[in-house]
Structure formats: structure tokens, C-alpha cells
């Protein structure tokens, strides 16, 4: 059985924006939810960098996250950020330890 592989990706935004980003995170939150391969979806805010928007992620393996990232949803999340972003979004894939 192939082990689940956690993301956790960190989006820092351009101040005003936050709202609107906000939102069209917990949108594609709820649809990302329902998709066969994923296993956790939680976007957060940060309490200590603001204003940064991090997603913790597990999907069963790399063919739900390609899916994931072939949604019509995870498209218009992405859509949505165009040029809101002070930087590039990080993107960590993660293996368990233990």
C-alpha cells in the first residue's frame, strides 16, 4: 500500500486581498473535500505572518493530487490569486517519519 503524501502549502498575500482570497480558499476547501483521494484539506491563516494563507493537505497518493489539481475548482482557486501574491506560493510535499 502506498503511503499517504501530506502538503502543506504557504501563500503570502498582498495586502487587501485577503478577503477575497480567503473565501475562495474555503470554496475550493469545500469541493477538495469531497474528491475520492483526498484524506485532509484545511486551509489556515496564520496568526504570526500576516497576511499568509496555509493549506494542510493528505492525499492517498500523487494520482489524487494530480486530479486534485486538474479540478475545475482548484483552477479558479488558482485563477483567483493572479497577481495577489507577494511571492510565489510555497509548496511542501511531506513524507511521515514515524
Known amino acids: 500500500?502506498?503511503?499517504p503524501i501530506d502538503i502543506v502549502a504557504v501563500l503570502t498575500i498582498k495586502a487587501?486581498?485577503?478577503?477575497e482570497i480567503f473565501e475562495s480558499?474555503?470554496?475550493c476547501t469545500a469541493a477538495s473535500r469531497k474528491e475520492e483521494g483526498c484524506l485532509l484539506y484545511k486551509p489556515y491563516r496564520s496568526q504570526?505572518?500576516?497576511?499568509?494563507?496555509i493549506f494542510v493537505e493528505r492525499w492517498k497518493d500523487k494520482?489524487?493530487?494530480a486530479f486534485h489539481?486538474?479540478?475545475e475548482h482548484f483552477k479558479a482557486f488558482i485563477a483567483s490569486m493572479d497577481g495577489k501574491l507577494t511571492?510565489?506560493?510555497e509548496i511542501l510535499l511531506l513524507d511521515e517519519l514515524g
Open 1 to 3: 500500500m502506498t503511503q
Open 16 to 19: 487587501g486581498h485577503e478577503a
Open 25 to 27: 480558499a474555503v470554496r
Open 48 to 53: 504570526e505572518t500576516s497576511p499568509q494563507l
Open 63 to 65: 494520482a489524487a493530487i
Open 69 to 71: 489539481e486538474s479540478t
Open 87 to 89: 511571492k510565489a506560493p
